[in-house]
């Protein structure tokens, strides 16, 4: 059985930092891409980042980039999303989510796996 823990969320104020990871299990994802979706109450899910199996490519939410990072450890099936300079607007449930596809994506329909979410709350 694949799963998807996320860890990390939490009530930060606005400045602040959060660090987010993610563990896989019951497959290995080191030859597919994996990304962070979040979703605010009363919002439909959004696209926040990727990451390519190697790491060599990234891609972000244009609100995003410049103050959230992600990177992955494949030795240990786990994806990390560091995000520095939280906003109120970035406050949302956090998801991971993982391709088996093998080349990059963006798409939301192309994430077969997703893990519970984590809460992550800036305040002003």
């Known amino acids: 059985q694949v799963q998807l823990v996320e860890s990390g969320g939490g009530l930060v104020q606005a400045g602040g930092s959060l660090r987010l990871s993610c563990a896989a299990s019951?497959?290995?994802?080191?030859?597919?891409?994996m990304g962070w979706f979040r979703q605010a109450p009363g919002k439909e899910r959004e696209f926040v980042a990727a990451?390519?199996?190697?790491?060599?490519?990234?891609y972000y939410l244009d609100s995003v980039k410049g103050r959230f990072t992600i990177s992955r450890d494949n030795a240990k099936n786990t994806v990390y999303l560091q995000m520095n300079s939280l906003k109120p607007e970035d406050t949302a449930v956090y998801y991971c989510?993982?391709?088996?596809?093998?080349?990059?994506?963006?798409?939301?329909?192309?994430?077969?796996?997703w893990g519970q979410g984590t809460q992550v709350t800036v305040s002003s």
């Open positions: 990451i390519s199996w190697g790491g060599a490519s990234t």
């Open positions: 019951g497959r290995t994802f080191s030859r597919n891409p």
């Open positions: 989510a993982a391709s088996t596809l093998k080349t990059f994506t963006l798409k939301y329909n192309d994430y077969d796996y």
